[in-house]
Structure formats: C-alpha cells, structure tokens
C-alpha cells in the first residue's frame, strides 16, 4: 500500500507538491493522472526515494520514505519515464544485475529472467548490446528490471509509451496479473482509453494539488460526464 499524506516539494520558488494526499491500495490499479508539470513524476520520485519531500509524509507498505528509505526501496519497483538502462550491457545483464542487487539466488535470479523474457516477448533481442535498443525495447528491459525481485508496489511513469501493439497488450497482461497477485500497481498515463480499462481507482493533481481521489464512477459522478476525458478536463480546469 501507497500512503501519501500532505505532501510538498519545492524547487527553488516551485512549489511542484501543495499538501497532496492520496492513498493506492494492495490488489488494486491506480491511476496517477494530472497534466504536464501537475507534480505527477515528482510525487513518484518521492515515493522512490530518488528525491526528498519538503514537508509531509509519504510510507510505502507502512515505511516512511524518509526516515527508512532502504526499506521502502525493497518493497519497491519503479519504471521511471527515462528507462536509464545500461548501454554496454545487453538486455539479460541489466536484469541480471538489478537482481543481484537485491539478492536474489542465483538460480532463482535465473528462472525469474527466463519467465520475464518470455513475458516481455523479449528473447529476439535480449543478447544484443542494449545501445541500439529501440525506445520500446529499453521500456521492457526497465521494466523487467522493475519487477525482477517481486516487489509489494509498483509503480510506472508512462509506461506503454513507445511500445507496440503486441508490447501494450502484453504491459497490460502483467499489469492486471499483477493486481489479481495483491500488488499495488501506481501510474501514470495520458491515455484515457487505458486507464479506462485497467484502472479502479484515480488520482488527478494539478499544479501539485490533488483534486481527486476515488473510483472512476465516482469521478464520473463528480464531474458530471460519463466521457472520462471529459471529466478529467471538468475537474482540472482545463
């Protein structure tokens, strides 16, 4: 479980969180939605520990992302926007690598890359250097990467975006798989369509203040519109 609580991070004179609150539950898919520069991949890089808060609290599985960081890192997977994998490494290697760093036995490490490839539909391309992976293969290397130690929560920036057809459908499978495991699945879309489809629960911040937080219905209620495009643009002010 996902728990943040009156949440701010300033950059100088940019306030990009404003007291948000919000919570995303275990064996559900929430969405994080806002428009660009609302605070969407700030409040994940709190949540990841990548970045402190400026005031409020933020616990992920109950650790508080301050005061226990290496803990809520365990408990973590993270897909951020920008994949960072590993040029000189191929596809097997950064995953590799991210599982040694979590500890995981050898011969487990290795079941979990072989299922992971078969997942990801990776096998094709996972022994070549990763340097002239295309921006959809770098997004399922990071995301097997993410996933490689079996995390409590996950959470994804963006993650469909440069991805295929046969990819998305294949990032939605492991998706909802990993709802109906009890995981806590966070992230952030611009495609209405998906959210849509795999998501119970929504959160919209605009300008680092949460203006809602409920199930689709409920937003759909609070809006006034059955088109959920249009009910996000109503409760944004766009």
Excluded: W
Excluded at 31 to 59: D, E, H, M, Y
Excluded at 182 to 196: A, R, T
Excluded at 218 to 226: D, F, P, V, Y
């Amino acid at each position: 479980m996902i728990k943040v609580d009156q949440l701010e991070k300033t950059f100088g004179t940019v306030k990009a969180l404003d007291g948000a609150s919000f919570s995303a539950d275990d064996g559900k898919i929430t969405a994080l939605l806002g428009p660009n520069g609302a605070g969407k991949s700030t409040c994940l890089r709190v949540l990841s520990t990548i970045i402190q808060p400026s005031a409020g609290k933020a616990f992920v599985s109950g650790f508080d992302v301050r005061e226990e960081p290496f803990k809520v890192r365990e408990q973590i997977g993270v897909l951020p926007h920008n994949s960072g994998i590993y040029n000189r490494l191929n596809a097997v290697e950064n995953i590799e690598y991210y599982g040694e760093l979590h500890g995981i036995k050898p011969d487990t490490l290795k079941e979990r890359v072989e299922n992971l490839l078969e997942q990801l539909q990776m096998k094709d391309f996972c022994l070549r250097p990763s340097e002239g992976y295309s921006q959809g293969q770098k997004i399922k290397v990071s995301l097997a990467r993410a996933l490689i130690h079996d995390p409590l929560n996950i959470m994804l920036d963006e993650p469909s975006s440069g991805l295929d057809i046969m990819a998305t459908r294949a990032l939605r499978e492991i998706i909802i798989d990993l709802k109906e495991r009890g995981k806590c699945v966070l992230f952030s879309s611009h495609i209405m369509q998906e959210v849509e489809n795999l998501c119970e629960d929504i959160v919209i911040i605009s300008k680092g203040i949460v203006k809602f937080s409920g199930s689709i219905n409920e937003l759909r209620n609070a809006a006034g519109s059955q088109d959920l495009e249009e009910a996000f643009l109503k409760i944004t002010g766009s």
